[in-house]
């Protein structure tokens, strides 16, 4: 996603102020205070113009973040809080578009943080510059240098857990679209003298720790070694452990960065090897042998160590033995071999120690070199990055001290040079005019160094050069008498010292003033370590051996190539390498960071304000503000300061037409700014005084202020009218919707009313025109009837004269007769239907017929019931003639009749034919069943009542066991004399039989049954028909039954309720049974 740019600026938000240069007033304490008041706020960079102070946190800070790079990336220098990264883009982004080389110069004392400012300088560039998976590889092969030769080249020194012991510069190569291609690096004079000793506190070179303790049990077996330090002469132990760093981590890190930037497996073994055998051959001791000639000869002690050395290094043991003890100086085809004594012996061992490993580190710088080195031959830009030894003052100084604070020397002349310089050169660019500032140049101190004739570097190679006894008091003297005048020298001897009495100046030292401090140096040492030497026979030794590495570093020792002229000094080679290193800064743009170490104890969070001072002072800070202010302490391209102020005046904001610098001129006469206070160079404005600035800062503060109310109030009042034309538009929605809904309504109410009027109208014009219409009508039948019965007169009285005194009659029988005829054609239509119990019949239309009509209406019902009954079977017949029977006999007599009349008679309930049981009651009986029904005997003597089969047949009346179906009683039809039963809705009767017939000998019967009606019909025709005599049928609610001798009453009562609606009987005495109907 774009990230949406935002004009910000150094000045937004400042903790004290990120540019020296707007400090007001200008002095040692308040600079010391603004870096004070930043480094507490955790702002560890400031800026000199465009030069970065960066003071070690000594912690990590989250400011070096992947955010953090992107929000640097692409941005003006001036646009952000001062960083590091803001340096490393703008010199990458020149180099990649102006087409400019680069140089990052970092100075600042041991422990300032350079060579981290060096590998942030490194990091940003690698994640700015171009992506791809070649790319990639170069940039990783470029930062993992680092690891590999901070382990060689880095130890812990008082001042600093990991002092770089070497100079470091490197160049990395660009393609022209800013792609890196790669990278060089020139080392500078390590340290090596630490290889055999290091100061106290002090440790040798990590590598030695880091193997020791992070390589395996069998790398280590395999290299003859012990983990344990103290077996080593070499390494020091009361600081053998470094607080806060896992030496065992750190070697997989270096052999795994060896391994990314190209190193061969066998490669990284041989380094490791030659490691060990530096190791080893600081155990190898000797002891003084008297010999002969009177001389002591020097021995070694135990031969245990260098067979292993020589076994790991491929030498032959007796070579490298005789080379401890001989050293053989070959003059002119002659050759002259002295014995070594023993101090001689320890020191060929050292120089070979020494020499071994420094040599070890350059052949690491050449092969990393070989694995980065550019694979193209295209032009390349190139962006150098110098990580060089800081400004050293110890206890005791010595040659490298010297050398050291020389190079810094050299880096404060380049500085002085190109800052004044670039400084310059931007007011002529710029067309300003330049006054000159007056600042310490340290170019004398310089000089008094590298002089070729009377410096002191020349002084030394002179007297290392020189035949006869040469010491370092030798070189003293030399210094002495050269260099006695010049004002930057001092010793006991020289004219120049205000202190010849001093003691604190001693007699084998001189000391020299340099830009960042006076430093004394011990002369002891100075002609050796100059020297350098190496005895041949070690050097040709080494040469022998059957290792490789250790072969390919010591090329002189092949005898074929013996050279007899001296190899250069220690310090003319340096002295050389310095001087190219600054040529080639000299053509690059360069770039500072100015590192500050901000108290001794390597503590986060504290601020020596002494220390800072002292190193303000020697790296000339204040100087460099002044100079950059001299002129004109702001400047600013004309369109940003536009930019940022053209708010200020009424004809810039917010848009000035015409080119920027006419702008920024209405501008500041507008502000009434006084016209020394600025001038107008070719592309920017240069402000003398930061306090212009910052009334111009000021001022935009309060316009801005203002510019946000008015902004604030015009949105508010667009937020309100925004609102209110929004509720305005609500409102006139809802209106209109209202009024459309009453008007609606309104219009319904209208129509309805309308409406209703309407039909009221239409009603009564309706009801108007039908009362007219009806009017009419009547009046046109009143018409038609008086015109009839006048015509009807009139006819009559024309016709009187025809009629005869009968004519009357014959009208009155012609007209009857029309209505009779009309009569009867009309009851043809009206003619009920043929149910004959279908009530309806026509009314009567004329009273004279009213005797027909009765007349007709009967014939009429007669002749449908025959019809009727036409349409009977035999059978059906039958059955009707029984119901008409049972009608005739129980209608209106008996209260169970209706409720008979709707059953069929089916005679025969029980079908004795099918039920087996009743087989042999079937078989007794032969004739024609007519009953078959399970009816109730009643028990004569108490009333209780039994089933009985009750069997009619054309002759007799049989009773018979409704179990077993044996016959009972048989009894014919001839003696059965009078049935008698209730009026009432029960179905009690007596069966009667004649006084004196067999049957009656028990006496008479009575029944109870469900179909009495049915029965007592069947048994009535039956009767009639077999006996041709009427059965008499006694209905009473009280009648006699002759029970054997007694005649017994048997009494109907009603609204007995108790057994619920089934009548009961009862015996009550000899002469009452009792019947409850309910
Ligand atoms: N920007 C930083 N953030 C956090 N810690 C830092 C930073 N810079 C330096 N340090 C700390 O300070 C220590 C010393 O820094 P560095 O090694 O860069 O010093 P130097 O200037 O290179 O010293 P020398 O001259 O001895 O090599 C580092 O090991 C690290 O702990
Ligand atoms: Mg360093």
Redesign the pocket.
Known sequence: MAKMEVKTSLLDNMIGVGDMVLLEPLNEETFINNLKKRFDHNE?YTYIGSVVI?V??????PI?SPEKVEDYRNRNFYELSPH?FALSDEAYRSLRDQDKDQCIL?T?????????????VMSYVAAVCGKGAEVNQVKEQLLQSNPVLEAFG?AK?V???????FGKYMDIEFDFKGDPLGGVISNYLLEKSRVVKQPRGERNFHVFYQLLSGASEELLNKLTLERDFSRYNYLSLDSAKVNGVDDAANFRTVRNAMQIVGFMDHEAESVLEVVAAVLKLGNIEFKPESRVNGLDESKIKDKNELKEICELTGIDQSVLERAFSFRTVEAKQEKVSTTLNVAQAYYARDALAKNLYSRLFSWLVNRINESIKAQTKVRKKVMGVL????F?IFEDNSFEQFIINYCNEKLQQIFIELTLKEEQEEYIREGIEWTHIDYFNNAIICDLIENNTNGILAMLDEECLRPGTVTDETFLEKLNQVCATHQHFESRMSKSSRFLNDTSLPHSCFRIQHYAGKVLYQVEGFVDKNNDLLYRDLSQAMWKAGHTLIKSLFPEGNPAKINLKRPPTAGSQFKASVATLMKNLQTKNPNYIR?I?PNDK?AAHIFSEALVCHQIRYLGLLENVRVRRAGYAFRQAYEPCLERYKMLCKQTWPHWKGPARAGVEVLFNELEIPVEEYSFGRSKIFIRNPRTLFKLEDLRKQRLEDLATLIQKIYRGWKCRTHFLLMRKSQIVIAAWYRRYAQQKRYQQIKSSALVIQSYIRGWKARKILRELKHQKRCEEAATTIAAYWRGTQVRREYRKFFRANAGKKIYEFTLQRIVQKYFLEMKNKMPSLSPVDKNWPPRPYLFLDSTHKELKRIFHLWRCKKYRDQFTDQQKLIYEEKLEASELFKDKKALYPSSVGQPFQGAYLEINKNPKYKKLKDAIEEKIIIAEVVNKINRANGKSTSRIFLLTNNNLLLADQKSGQIKSEVPLVDVTKVSMSSQNDGFFAVHLKEGSEAASKGDFLFSSDHLIEMATKLYRTTLSQTKQKLNIEISDEFLVQFRQDKVCVKFIQGNQKNGSVPTCKRKNNRLLEVAVP
Do not use: V
């Open positions: 560890i960066s070690n946190p000594y912690r990590s800070l070096y590091i970092i600042g004392e041991s422990g300032a943080g350079k060579t981290e400012a060096s590998k942030l880095n020194t001042r600093n857990d990991n002092s770089s012991r990580d060089i030894y800081g050293e590192c170490k390597k």
